[in-house]
């Protein structure tokens, strides 16, 4: 019992997620990366333009329902010192499922920033298309990417966005790894998909940049997004865990109009 309250607890503190062992990304490389930013604390959460006017991101970043002025999406940022496109947030919709009085890791974690005008686009600043059955259920490699620290044990976060290619498991292979690492495969369910390091290369979501992308390499559409790990990241063979679009595109297609 004592192990199991401490799973949960430190569950809790590592929902958010960046990117281990990273490797700098080029300019415009994603161009449907953003930032969710407070003004006095700085970044929030990551997250990933899907239409001109809403980004996807973690329900568990828990914003106001009606954010005041002060938060902000930020996007078409390569080094967080440049700056970009800045645009108030007037609406956060978490999944109505989603239980935000949990202390640990809940399903249905995703949620829709609406922003208060439409994005200018540019080679910086483009949605990303969402995938389908097809690319949810491909096990093919994956790319994460976030500001997130790049050491488990050193929060200092990096200036240029930092990615990394993972490779997807099945979730019957992450329940294995589950428990091999854990004794437990919960709260693994099947509104949630996985990756794990490429070999011995350990990169993986790690603390500091929650809510962002997992894209498919194949045809950069989007799959996942970053929602939890078991810490320390990267250090065990355990796998990083991510809320699925396709099992929630019925959310997204009640609010975003395509």
């Not at 809940?106 to 208060?116: F, K, Q, R």
């Not at 979501?205 to 320390?232: H, M």
Request: glycine share 6%; hydrophobic share 40%; net charge positive.
């Amino acid at each position: 019992m004592l192990v199991q309250i401490l799973l949960i607890f430190m569950l809790s503190m590592y929902a958010a997620n960046c990117i281990r062992k990273g490797n700098n990304a080029k300019e415009n490389q994603f161009p449907y990366q953003a930032l969710i930013n407070y003004s006095s604390l700085g970044s929030i959460c990551g997250g990933v333009l899907i239409h001109k006017k809403f980004v996807l991101t973690a329900a568990h970043c828990k914003l106001p329902s009606k954010p005041d002025k002060n938060y902000k999406v930020v996007l078409g940022c390569y080094r967080l010192t440049d700056g970009g496109q800045v645009i108030n947030i007037i609406n956060f919709i978490p999944h109505p499922k989603f239980n935000k009085f949990s202390g640990t890791i809940s399903p249905h974690d995703i949620a829709l920033v609406e922003m208060a005008k439409s994005i200018k686009q540019s080679p910086a600043v483009k949605p990303i298309t969402l995938g389908n059955l097809e690319d949810c259920d491909s096990l093919g490699e994956a790319i994460v990417s976030g500001w997130g620290a790049r050491k488990p044990y050193n929060l200092k976060v990096p200036n240029i966005l930092q990615h990394a290619t993972v490779s997807r498991i099945s979730n019957k292979d992450c329940t294995k790894q589950l428990i091999n690492v854990i004794g437990d495969f919960k709260p693994l369910d099947d509104t949630m998909i996985c990756t794990k390091s490429k070999l011995n290369n350990n990169q993986s979501t790690c603390f500091g940049d929650d809510g962002g992308p997992l894209v498919l390499v194949a045809n950069y559409r989007l799959v996942g997004i970053i929602s939890w790990y078991i810490p320390p990241c990267g250090l065990y063979d355990a796998p990083s865990v991510y809320t699925s679009i396709c099992a929630h595109s019925d959310f997204i297609k009640q609010h975003v109009h395509f």
